[in-house]
């Protein structure tokens, strides 16, 4: 019976955030085909565009970690590029998913409905989590294989696969973190209009805090404080692999938050 009402409250999910996956994912995908295929014109005109970084200044090239890879790599062109958009834009669509998915219920009225139904809280948010887990996979699923056939498309000479395929699971694995805790958010923000702001503020935030940490030295020890530098992609690049500190930190960012989710959630006053 919990099953059967898990499937159902997932599936009637699945239609009510089906329209703002399409969008997000068809502008972000666009957007990034649109960057990708610039890059053939870069990779012919090295020594103008070499010129020009040399004149951006330090604090710039530090951001886009220009100072550890070559975006006259496509490797480094993509994580120089794109990377930036895939993270935070599509950290903000997951915070944004995450912090509305239960919230919707109490905002729209729905709530009492739904809780006149033989199901539980803890129902209703396994459900919902899935929900969010599922768009938040298909996402990168989808930015993946695209990034894979833009990679074979403009390549001017080959590249490391695996440093690739981490270069798509860390947006994942952020994606993921970001939505986990818009997730517990979502228990204490009521109103709609409300998700918004606080969602996006919060992903602006912490990006802020992952470029300060990139230009400072004495603030250095903030990346500890910020899911962005966890996956950042020279590091990835160079390295072809998520440190293992900064995988332990984003799983215990996610457990902790679906499980304070559930317990805030069940004792909470409708």
Do not use: Q
Request: glycine content about 4%.
């Amino acid at each position: 019976m919990v099953m059967a009402s898990e499937m159902i409250i997932f599936i009637r999910e699945l239609k009510r955030n089906r329209k703002s996956f399409i969008i997000w994912t068809a502008s972000l995908v666009l957007f990034n085909i649109m960057i990708m295929s610039l890059f053939p014109s870069i990779a012919d005109n090295t020594k103008m565009y070499d010129e020009m970084i040399k004149e951006f200044p330090k604090g710039i090239i530090e951001v886009f970690g220009l100072d550890k890879i070559s975006m006259f790599t496509i490797l480094g062109f993509f994580g120089t590029e794109s990377y930036l958009f895939i993270t935070l834009f599509g950290s903000i669509y997951a915070m944004l998913l995450g912090a509305s998915i239960l919230s919707k219920e109490e905002s729209e009225k729905t709530i009492e409905f739904l809780l006149a139904k033989p199901v539980t809280r803890s129902t209703i948010v396994t459900a919902k989590a899935a929900n969010v887990f599922f768009y938040i996979t298909l996402f990168n699923l989808i930015f993946s294989f695209t990034n894979y056939l833009m990679f074979e498309a403009v390549k001017k000479e080959e590249y490391s696969l695996k440093a690739l395929l981490m270069l798509s699971a860390g947006p994942w694995l952020l994606h993921l973190t970001f939505a986990a805790i818009g997730l517990l958010i979502s228990v204490f923000v009521v109103k709609a209009k409300s998700v918004y702001p606080v969602s996006i503020g919060f992903v602006l935030v912490m990006y802020f805090i992952n470029v300060m940490s990139s230009i400072s030295e004495k603030l250095t020890n903030l990346k500890y404080f910020t899911p962005f530098k966890y996956v950042d992609a020279p590091d990835i690049i160079i390295n072809e692999k998520i440190e293992p500190i900064y995988l332990i930190i984003m799983l215990i960012i996610i457990t902790v938050s679906i499980a304070a989710t559930y317990v805030l959630y069940n004792r909470k006053n409708m």
